[in-house]
């Protein structure tokens, strides 16, 4: 008889790839654009300059990795967060589906919006 796996290992993938990619990216765009812009400190960008460096493959690619990754690791944080932290691992099957579901439409949404909708 065939054990299951269990998809743990791949959700521990995905929170420390998400954790990863959160820390060596979002520092970056939040001194551009959260202070370095608004401080003058550089010329703002162009509507027509944002939207052609959007345009580029890479950057949808690079962004979407962004978003759904961090997603993933705030899911599986807030999941264990939920666990230990306020004991309610009795609701084992609700906090996964709600946690995991809201990671996998905040992603559907960030690929609607990068590669639909553009």
């Given at each position: 008889?065939?054990?299951?796996?269990?998809?743990?290992?791949?959700?521990?993938?995905?929170?420390?790839?998400?954790?990863?990619?959160?820390?060596?990216?979002?520092?970056?765009?939040?001194?551009?654009?959260?202070?370095?812009?608004?401080?003058?400190?550089?010329?703002?960008?162009?509507?027509?300059?944002?939207?052609?460096?959007?345009?580029?493959?890479?950057?949808?690619?690079?962004?979407?990795?962004?978003?759904?990754?961090?997603?993933?690791?705030?899911?599986?944080?807030?999941?264990?967060?939920?666990?230990?932290?306020?004991?309610?691992?009795?609701?084992n099957e609700l906090i996964i589906v709600a946690c995991?579901?809201?990671?996998?439409?905040?992603?559907?949404?960030?690929?609607?919006?990068?590669?639909?909708?553009?």
């Amino acid at each position: 008889m065939a054990r299951r796996r269990s998809p743990e290992p791949y959700l521990w993938l995905l929170f420390s790839a998400g954790g990863v990619l959160s820390a060596l990216l979002m520092p970056i765009l939040v001194l551009l654009f959260g202070v370095v812009i608004p401080l003058g400190w550089i010329s703002p960008p162009g509507h027509e300059d944002l939207l052609g460096l959007l345009r580029n493959p890479i950057t949808r690619i690079v962004l979407f990795a962004l978003c759904a990754l961090s997603l993933c690791h705030w899911a599986h944080r807030f999941r264990y967060t939920l666990y230990d932290g306020l004991r309610i691992k009795h609701l084992n099957e609700l906090i996964i589906v709600a946690c995991y579901g809201v990671a996998i439409i905040g992603s559907i949404m960030a690929g609607y919006l990068l590669f639909v909708s553009l």
